[in-house]
């Protein structure tokens, strides 16, 4: 019509796709929140114009895609539009993707940093039950095989309080209800 083009109407419409994907989907909060915030400096709009057309421009919008595969491409987007900030949007994904999806595991584009004894560690906090009843005291009249169902521990290079990138990863807990179906609570030890 005289007011829009098809492409001004097309580039709005796959904007709101970006909307409706990594905003209204709130899988990607601490993610979004600093790309909108810190790197685009308040202009969500912008922020989201250019994921819509990097989104474009590597044919994303032709095929369906999984919750990794939406990861991976903040991940990608990140590396060209800011790598500065790669390392730290890195960091706030797997974050994003911890507190989402309460697998355990990281899609396999998101590094991770858990040491070779990551599961021997685990097993002493969780069987350590000054640690539990002032960390997690909700669990701390379980047995640590019932703590284990509702614990992840990964290791980030993120100070969460700050949302600063971190030299070395640290120990970051991730407790889940009993269903493992929502977060409940991130701690992180005193950095």
Request: glycine share 2%.
């Given at each position: 019509?005289?007011?829009?083009?098809?492409?001004?109407?097309d580039?709005?419409?796959?904007?709101?796709?970006?909307?409706?994907?990594?905003?209204?989907?709130?899988?990607?909060?601490?993610?979004?929140?600093?790309?909108?915030?810190?790197?685009y400096?308040?202009?969500?709009?912008?922020?989201?114009?250019?994921?819509?057309?990097?989104?474009?421009?590597?044919?994303?919008?032709?095929?369906?895609?999984?919750?990794?595969?939406?990861?991976?491409?903040?991940?990608?987007?990140?590396?060209?539009?800011?790598?500065?900030?790669?390392?730290?949007?890195?960091?706030?994904?797997?974050?994003?993707?911890?507190?989402?999806?309460?697998?355990?595991?990281?899609?396999?584009?998101?590094?991770?940093?858990?040491?070779?004894?990551?599961?021997?560690?685990?097993?002493?906090?969780?069987?350590?039950?000054?640690?539990?009843?002032?960390?997690?005291?909700?669990?701390?009249?379980?047995?640590?095989?019932?703590?284990?169902?509702?614990?992840?521990?990964?290791?980030?290079?993120?100070?969460i309080?700050?949302?600063?990138?971190?030299?070395?990863?640290?120990?970051?807990?991730?407790?889940?209800?009993?269903?493992?179906?929502?977060?409940?609570?991130?701690?992180?030890?005193?950095?």
């Amino acid at each position: 019509n005289n007011v829009i083009s098809f492409a001004e109407l097309d580039r709005l419409h796959m904007i709101e796709e970006m909307l409706v994907r990594f905003y209204n989907s709130r899988h990607f909060k601490a993610t979004i929140e600093h790309l909108t915030q810190k790197t685009y400096q308040g202009d969500a709009f912008q922020c989201f114009a250019d994921l819509a057309k990097s989104w474009r421009e590597n044919n994303y919008h032709l095929r369906q895609h999984s919750k990794e595969a939406e990861y991976r491409f903040l991940l990608k987007f990140a590396e060209h539009c800011c790598p500065k900030e790669h390392l730290l949007i890195q960091e706030l994904l797997k974050l994003d993707y911890l507190s989402s999806f309460p697998t355990g595991r990281l899609p396999y584009a998101l590094e991770s940093f858990n040491p070779e004894d990551y599961s021997d560690r685990l097993y002493r906090f969780l069987k350590d039950d000054q640690f539990m009843t002032l960390h997690f005291p909700q669990l701390a009249h379980v047995s640590p095989r019932q703590r284990r169902r509702r614990i992840h521990l990964e290791w980030l290079k993120l100070d969460i309080a700050q949302g600063n990138y971190l030299p070395s990863a640290v120990p970051t807990f991730f407790l889940y209800d009993s269903s493992r179906k929502e977060l409940e609570y991130i701690y992180q030890p005193d950095l």
